[in-house]
């Protein structure tokens, strides 16, 4: 169980709809500080100047950068390989969340989600993690 509260949510989604349903989701109704992205290039270049709590990716984002060669960025450096990583994705067969997972991704959340629970589930996810 997590005991460190969450504070800071990094959101990479390269649709701008979602990453505004992202926002008011955790930011207004989650309450957390949220950074946007609209790449996996973004995304590790905000990871590594504002070191969020915990990185929402989308696995399919087109052009640049997508989740998946994100996450392996991400974890390939030592500053940034802790931070907990949640797919946010339509894939999301318990083949897809097993191969996310061997990705090191920690969850997924499946596209289209509710965003009046969004910011409830994320807790969840948070408070299940180690440590």
Do not use: Y
């Not at 969020?52 to 640049?64: E, F, Q, R, T, Y």
């Amino acid at each position: 169980m997590n005991l460190r509260p969450l504070r800071h949510i990094l959101c990479a989604d390269d649709d701008a709809d979602m990453r505004m349903i992202l926002e008011v989701a955790l930011g207004t109704l989650g309450g957390w500080r949220v950074t946007l992205a609209a790449d996996g290039e973004e995304a590790i270049a905000a990871a590594r100047t504002d070191r969020p709590d915990l990185i929402l990716l989308d696995a399919s984002m087109a052009g640049g950068m997508g989740g998946a060669q994100a996450l392996g960025v991400l974890r390939s450096d030592p500053e940034l390989a802790a931070i907990p990583v949640v797919f946010v994705t339509g894939l999301a067969t318990d083949d897809d969340r097993a191969s996310f997972q061997r990705f090191g991704a920690v969850d997924l959340i499946a596209k289209p989600f509710d965003p009046l629970t969004l910011a409830a589930r994320v807790r969840a996810i948070w408070q299940d993690l180690p440590g």
